[in-house]
């Protein structure tokens, strides 16, 4: 039970990876708060979390706002005292080139991924304790990408560089921050995306199911990979090795 007693913020939760990671969490001993812009999502991987004898918070929340942020901080910490694992999940995409797409998608998508990322992690640390971890999902996106996704590909290439800065910043404090990038996973977001469905993007190799980032992330996040930090886990069937 490697989450024993532990309080774990999993934004995104209401879905594909982050409900994944909640349920295993969950399963594991923690206290999973379920973060999720629709209401509907978060309550309902918190329910079935309950159903299974699992102890849940669903908490609805746009992650890309600061307010938010501090009050969803603010929720776990005043329900559970302290805050021992943050998972950032949460994500958004746009699909048009950078010449044509409006500023304000631009800083849309950078806001609710890697704005997310630096809100929960400026805001969740105070609340931390030594030993705690936070975890940031990238993407295989940061190191090699595919046609209009170029926000999306730079957030996450941020997401690694801000792994790699803020775990510095955290050593004294004894928190580890890494990051996990998923490579092709079998959730809406794959099969939803417009390249991928004209075949402008060929899904080759492996596709993963959320349960096999769950299980990375967990272990990441878990005292097991205590001298793990600054680091990316690149969990992609092999597909960077294809692209």
Partial sequence: MRFSGKTCIVTGGGSGIGKATCLRMAAEGGRAVVVDLRSDAAQATAGEIKKNGGEALAVAADVGDSARVQAVIAQAASAYGSIDVIVNDA???????????????????????????????????????????????????????????VPYAASKGAIEAFTRGFSIEMEARKIRVNAVAPGAVDTPMLWDNPNVKSGAEKITGAVGKPEDLAAAICFIASEEAAFINGATLIVDGGRLAQL
């Fill in 91 to 149: 994500a958004m995409m746009t699909f048009i080139p950078i010449v044509d797409i409006p500023e304000e998608d631009f800083f849309n998508v950078i806001r609710v991924n890697l704005g997310s990322v630096f809100a929960f992690s400026k805001y969740g640390a105070p609340h931390m304790p030594p030993g705690s971890s936070i975890v940031n999902v990238s993407s295989v996106h940061a190191h090699k990408t595919t046609l209009n996704v």
